[in-house]
C-alpha cells in the first residue's frame, strides 16, 4: 500500500490540511453572502428603471404598486412585491415590505445625500 510508506505524522499533518480546506470552502459562502459590512448592495428592477437600496430608518409604507426583480447579495433573481413610499413618486423610490430599513432609491437621484436629509431629498425630486 502507498499510504504505508508515509510516516503517520505526514499522514495526520496531509488529513488536517484537507479537512482545513474543505471547512474554509463550504463556510466562505456563509460569510460572504451574510458579511453586512461588505460591499453588497441590493438593487431592484422596476418598470425598466433601476433602484438601489438605501438605509432609512424612518418612513411610512404607502400603497402596494406591484412586483419587481431584486438581485444582490448573494440572491438569485427573484420577484417582490413593491410598495410606493408615501409622498414620493414611484419613479424616484419605492419600498418594500419586508424591509423596513432601506428605501429603494432610482438610480442617481439623491446619490450624494446623506441618510438624515435622503427622505426630504426625495420628496424635493418628486415635486421638483
Not at 438605509?55 to 420577484?79: D, R
Amino acid at each position: 500500500m502507498p499510504w504505508a510508506r508515509i510516516p503517520r505524522r505526514a499522514r495526520v499533518l496531509f488529513g488536517l490540511g484537507a479537512a482545513l480546506v474543505i471547512g474554509v470552502v463550504l463556510v466562505a459562502p456563509v460569510v460572504f453572502k451574510n458579511n453586512p459590512n461588505g460591499t453588497c448592495t441590493r438593487t431592484l428592477q422596476y418598470s425598466g428603471l433601476r433602484y438601489t437600496a438605501r438605509p432609512l430608518p424612518t418612513f411610512v409604507q404607502s400603497v402596494a404598486i406591484g412586483t419587481a426583480v431584486a438581485t444582490g447579495c448573494g440572491t438569485t433573481l427573484e420577484n417582490i412585491d413593491v410598495r410606493s413610499v408615501a409622498g414620493v413618486d414611484p419613479a424616484v423610490a419605492l419600498a418594500v415590505p419586508t424591509d423596513d430599513t432601506s428605501v429603494y432609491v432610482h438610480a442617481g437621484t439623491c446619490a450624494t445625500v446623506a441618510a438624515a436629509r435622503l427622505l426630504t431629498c426625495l420628496k424635493q425630486a418628486t415635486n421638483g
